[in-house]
């Protein structure tokens, strides 16, 4: 069969690397990709988000499947695009529609979801710019740090975590009045604060059964030791040692079941990725985030130890057989380190000549901002290069990470040297 991928990042080469090992896919296109898909796929140069493009597309090479990599794709509505048009219709899409892909588009109709299914979510309230001086009244009603989450899309960086209260209330205004993240930030959620152990629970849905993906853990601050500036994600580890069987059917039963059944209860169609952000506070799960496709860097350590046909696993989503899907997961662990243009997640260059992928051995490389520039392959993004190892630990495991980007070079390259380190 033919396969339609939309994205360009790491998440999507990592997509495309599995699916191109299954005996299901004939040939895979990819929207717009990158230098890593163009080894292995066709890209084509049109936007994900335009509709129009993608249909002439699907249309024109056959195309019997659409895997949805990003969110934007999805908040703008792709599965509800192609389920109402009558020459798209018989062609499944792994993604929510438009309304399951609020959960990540709106932090408000998120937060009303969790608190309507009773699933365990921190305290919260919503502000625009016309009580804004409420929403200042009730930071003064909450314990430090203050934790302010732009409604909309800010790219993984319309989130703050501010210790001051009078520095609280002036990002407040910022967002709000001032538009820091643009109109993301329109509508801002101000939440307690949660102290405890992040970790992603990744879970797949045909819209009745689910499938648990394995649990990963990434590193989202620019600096090591969880310091500076929030990124998309420097690294991730997959499984996440401390989680163990009490704590994963903590998980299942009080945040993942009644997850899947709100969608039913609310009639949400949902047939694809949620990636639910989770906190583990003294040794109980609470849920800080959905988002409605996989994440990034996460997925670079997850996928790889997927096992099953991955092609298999998404035709069982689209056929709503997902219940009967056996899932089999590789028991070693996976590390990915993501190598970084110099100034991001600030101001950085692009067109960096990369030097050093053939020297690579023992590691798998998705490319996230890379092009290809003639015969070089050049920087195109902030996160630059995910470089994934297995290891019978995670500490083998990154050993091995850390051993290949030693052999990579571009000018101001820029990683982690900690990735895990508070795992040990």
Request: glycine content about 10%; overall charge negative.
């Amino acid at each position: 069969m033919t396969i339609l991928l939309l994205g360009s990042g790491g998440r999507e080469h990592a997509f495309a690397w599995k699916m191109t090992q299954s005996p299901l896919c004939e040939k895979l296109f990819v929207v717009p990709g990158n230098a890593g898909t163009a080894a292995i796929a066709e890209n084509v140069a049109i936007s994900p988000t335009d509709f129009e493009a993608v249909k002439a597309l699907v249309l024109k090479e056959n195309i019997s499947l659409v895997v949805v990599g990003p969110e934007d794709p999805l908040v703008k509505g792709v599965y509800d695009y192609f389920k109402n048009d009558d020459s798209l219709k018989h062609i499944p899409v792994i993604g929510p529609s438009k309304l399951g892909a609020q959960l990540e588009g709106s932090k408000e109709f998120a937060k009303e979801f969790l608190m309507k299914h009773n699933i365990p979510t921190a305290a919260y309230d919503s502000f625009t710019a016309e009580t804004v001086e409420e929403g200042c009244k009730f930071l003064e009603t909450l314990q430090p740090p203050y934790v302010l989450k732009a409604d909309g899309l800010a790219a993984g960086k319309g989130v703050l975590i501010i210790q001051d209260l009078e520095e609280a209330k002036t990002e407040l205004r910022n967002m709000l009045v001032h538009a820091k993240f643009g109109t993301a930030s329109s509508k801002v959620v101000i939440e307690e604060f949660l102290d405890g152990i992040e970790l992603s629970c990744f879970v797949l849905t045909d819209g009745k059964s689910y499938k648990i993906l394995p649990t990963a853990k990434d590193y989202k601050r620019i600096g090591e030791g969880d310091t500076g500036l929030n990124t998309g994600g420097m690294g991730a580890v997959s499984p996440v040692p401390y989680v163990d069987a009490v704590l994963m059917e903590k998980i299942e039963t009080r945040i993942v079941k009644p997850t899947i059944e709100g969608f039913q209860k609310d009639g949400i169609e949902y047939k694809g990725f949620v990636f639910i952000g989770l906190i583990n506070v003294k040794g109980e799960p609470i849920v800080i985030e959905y988002n409605v496709r996989m994440g990034d860097p996460e997925t670079e350590v997850v996928v790889p130890r997927l096992k099953s046909d991955l092609v298999e696993l998404f035709l069982s989503v689209a056929d709503q057989k997902l219940g009967d899907f056996n899932l089999e997961v590789d028991p070693r662990s996976a590390t990915t380190v993501m190598v970084v243009s110099g100034g991001y997640p600030e101001d950085f260059e692009k067109g960096k000549v990369i030097s050093g992928l053939e020297n690579i051995t023992d590691s798998i490389v998705f490319h996230a901002g890379t092009k290809l520039d003639g015969k070089n392959v050049v920087t195109n993004g902030g996160r630059v290069i995910a470089v994934t190892s297995y290891g019978d630990n995670f500490q083998e495991a990154i050993k091995k990470s850390y051993q290949n980007i030693d052999k990579l070079s571009f000018d101001k390259m820029y990683f982690r040297k900690d990735i895990g380190f508070d795992l040990i």
